[in-house]
């Protein structure tokens, strides 16, 4: 069965680094675009990064570009997304997520979500 | 960026109701929305692809609908595991975009 695993959250001051990691497992990795999206205490879902199924392509939120940077290495089936310049603001639960097919036209379709990993920004 | 917006902002409701939840967006976003389904403490589920399109395993008394822009999610017979937020979707463009959220609660 698919299975998404999010890793490396933690506490981190402002102005700091953070990598997170997905290790994907249950599907063929390397034909499926990949998705971070975030989810600050008690608020609502924002999206933040996609990759095409190949590396080829990335998108980026405003509120993070030329700060984050989405990767992935489809020889060991994980995702990663590496954090700089951080802000309280960027303080949220981060999930991985998997289009729904390996087609182009679902880029934006979500089609299964791993269980988060949180960040904190704080002093 | 296209602007998502959900109404009402939160419901209560009894198992067997009839619920509708609506999304709007603030440009033409075709059938380029989707619908999530998110418990307290999980990650969201997909519900709804396309506007109109279950998602597997998705039980059928949840239904999607659209005019033009304006996007409703239907719950016909509320059930006890059906509480929980909804949240609405676009992904005509990037940067995708999410309503900001549906709670369902008990009434």
């Known amino acids: 069965q698919v299975q998404l695993v999010e890793s490396g959250g933690g506490v981190v001051q402002p102005g700091g680094s953070m990598r997170l990691s997905c290790a994907a497992s249950g599907f063929n990795f390397s034909n499926y675009g990949m998705h971070w999206v975030r989810q600050a205490p008690g608020k609502g879902l924002e999206w933040v990064a996609f990759i095409r199924y190949d590396g080829s392509d990335k998108y980026y939120a405003d509120s993070v570009k030329g700060r984050f940077t989405i990767s992935r290495d489809n020889s060991k089936n994980t995702l990663d997304l590496q954090m700089n310049s951080l802000r309280a603001e960027d303080t949220a639960l981060y999930y991985c997520?998997?289009?729904?097919?390996?087609?182009?036209?679902?880029?934006?379709?979500?089609?299964?979500w791993g269980q988060g990993t949180m960040v904190t920004v704080s002093s | 960026d296209i602007q998502m917006t959900q109404s009402p902002s939160s419901l209560s409701a009894s198992v067997g109701d009839r619920v509708t939840i609506t999304c709007q967006a603030s440009?033409?976003?075709?059938?380029?929305l989707n619908w999530y389904q998110q418990k307290l403490g999980k990650a969201p589920r997909l519900l709804i692809y396309?506007?109109?399109n279950l998602e597997t395993g998705v039980p059928s008394r949840f239904s999607g609908s659209r005019s033009g822009t304006h996007f409703t999610l239907t719950i016909s017979g509320l059930q006890p595991e059906d509480f929980a937020i909804y949240h609405c979707?676009?992904?005509?463009?990037?940067?995708?975009?999410f309503g900001p959220g549906t709670k369902v609660d008990i009434k």
């Open positions: 440009q033409d976003i075709s059938n380029y």
């Open positions: 997520a998997k289009v729904i097919s390996s087609s182009w036209y679902s880029r934006g379709i979500f089609g299964f």
């Open positions: 979707q676009q992904y005509d463009d990037f940067p995708f975009t």
């Open positions: 396309d506007a109109y």
